[in-house]
T-cell receptor, first 116, second 115 residues
């Protein structure tokens, strides 16, 4: 079974530029997550989708971050304009369903963003 | 609100010995799951073990076991017979059944296994 796919793996951009990350979850997984992980910290949930609907985006900086999950499969996370403090690893993850506490969350390898 | 606390920023263990990584949690939801993940320097988050709030027995997966003490709200990870490849960051996480299955992670513990 293929895992969660993310691209690009690494990206370096200048502040005020834009960047987009792509994620393809495990086939059949209805729930998709984007996390931000700053070096030395645990992952922070940015947004959670159930199929193509947003169920939690309370920690997404909506003035600069946006995410979509068209057709309930792939997802794209965009940052525009980027700030220095956005330098982090952006982890995409998926799980079979929302709300079921026993469903494991499976992660991709992450997209490493450096803003200079 | 949910919260995960990992009080050990770094831990050292001798190869072949056992080590316990601490995790305490806070939630008002009666139904929840607790998870441990390993994150090597490559950055990938690897699922290790799961414990449900209603599970009567402690979870075990190979060399990993979870010491679940519900009354104390703790879910410590025990790694037996440590190997050099166990050196990594370890995260404790929780999902609740309400609030759209919201997940919360701790800030992690860096484990270093010494030869």
């Amino acid at each position: 079974e293929a895992g969660v796919a993310q691209s690009p793996r690494y990206k370096i951009i200048e502040k005020r530029q834009s960047v987009a990350f792509w994620c393809n979850p495990i086939s059949g997984h209805a729930t998709l997550y984007w996390y931000q992980q700053i070096l030395g910290q645990g992952p922070k949930l940015l947004i959670q989708f159930q199929n193509n609907g947003v169920v939690d985006d309370s920690q997404l900086p909506k003035d600069r971050f946006s995410a979509e999950r068209l057709k309930g499969v792939d997802s794209t996370l965009k940052i525009q304009p980027a700030k220095l403090e956005d330098s982090a690893v952006y982890l995409c993850a998926s799980s079979p369903t929302q709300g079921a506490s026993g469903n494991t969350i499976y992660f991709g390898e992450g997209s490493w963003l450096t803003v200079v | 609100a949910q919260k995960i606390t990992q009080t050990q920023p770094g831990m050292f263990v001798q190869e072949k010995e056992a080590v316990t990584l601490d995790c305490t949690y806070d939630t008002s939801d009666p139904s929840y799951g607790l998870f441990w993940y390993k994150q090597p320097s490559s950055g990938e988050m690897i699922f290790l073990i799961y414990q449900g709030s209603y599970d009567q027995q402690n979870a075990t997966e190979g060399r990993y076991s979870l010491n679940f003490q519900k009354a104390r709200k703790s879910a410590n990870l025990v790694i037996s017979a440590s190997q050099l490849g166990d050196s990594a960051m370890y995260f404790c996480a929780m999902r609740v059944n309400t609030n759209a299955g919201k997940s919360t992670f701790g800030d992690g513990t860096t484990l270093t296994v010494k030869p």
